[in-house]
């Protein structure tokens, strides 16, 4: 299992898609305070549909609490940020890491990009593009991660409801 990180997210219905991903590929959300929604929030459920009952995200009161609960996230962590100088399929993902996001509008604060240098991450984009949807960017990394480990025990394959593949 996969863990992703929101580093103080101030929209809900990105982290309400994020927590539809985290059920889809079997990973843990963690969201680190202040957060700019409350939880309960329709907008969070609807962009969650029927999955975010059954996310149970974890809530920090910041950053330092988060690392507490989870020491491995100190040496296992991947920060994901448009600063960074590697790219997210150059890291080698193992199951239980950590993918960290920052918030939408600062991204994650440059003291811990800085701290973390090998371990920043970034989607590459056309020049002068400011970043992609958080969503998106979370979805990209983690398919990386599940890709690089075999898809762990997600369902691999599909059927057709009405008709047999030919």
């Given at each position: 299992?996969?863990?992703?990180?929101?580093?103080?997210?101030?929209?809900?219905?990105?982290?309400?898609?994020?927590?539809?991903?985290?059920?889809?590929?079997?990973?843990?959300l963690h969201l680190?305070?202040?957060?700019?929604?409350?939880?309960?929030?329709?907008?969070?459920?609807?962009?969650g549909l029927d999955?975010?009952?059954?996310?149970?995200?974890?809530?920090?009161?910041?950053?330092?609490?988060?690392?507490?609960?989870?020491?491995?996230?100190?040496?296992?962590?991947?920060?994901?940020?448009?600063?960074?100088?590697?790219?997210?399929?150059?890291?080698?993902?193992?199951?239980?890491?950590?993918?960290?996001?920052?918030?939408?509008?600062?991204?994650?604060?440059?003291?811990?990009?800085?701290?973390?240098?090998?371990?920043?991450?970034?989607?590459?984009?056309?020049?002068?593009?400011?970043?992609?949807?958080?969503?998106?960017?979370?979805?990209?990394?983690?398919?990386?991660?599940?890709?690089?480990?075999?898809?762990?025990?997600?369902?691999?394959?599909?059927?057709?409801?009405?008709?047999?593949w030919g």
């Open positions: 299992m996969f863990n992703i990180v929101l580093l103080e997210p101030e929209i809900a219905l990105n982290t309400g898609n994020i927590g539809r991903t985290c059920s889809v590929a079997g990973a843990k680190i305070r202040p957060l700019g929604f409350r939880v309960s929030e329709k907008e969070i459920k609807r962009a999955y975010w009952e059954s996310l149970a995200p974890v809530i920090y009161d910041d950053l330092e609490d988060f690392y507490e609960k989870n020491p491995v996230a100190r040496e296992r962590c991947f920060f994901a940020s448009t600063k960074a100088v590697n790219t997210y399929a150059d890291a080698e993902y193992e199951p239980g890491d950590y993918i960290m996001f920052g918030k939408e509008s600062a991204g994650i604060p440059e003291e811990i990009l800085a701290a973390n240098r090998d371990k920043c991450i970034r989607i590459p984009m056309a020049p002068d593009m400011r970043s992609l949807n958080l969503s998106n960017s979370a979805a990209i990394i983690l398919y990386e991660a599940l890709r690089q480990n075999g898809f762990g025990e997600l369902e691999k394959g599909g059927s057709l409801h009405r008709l047999e």
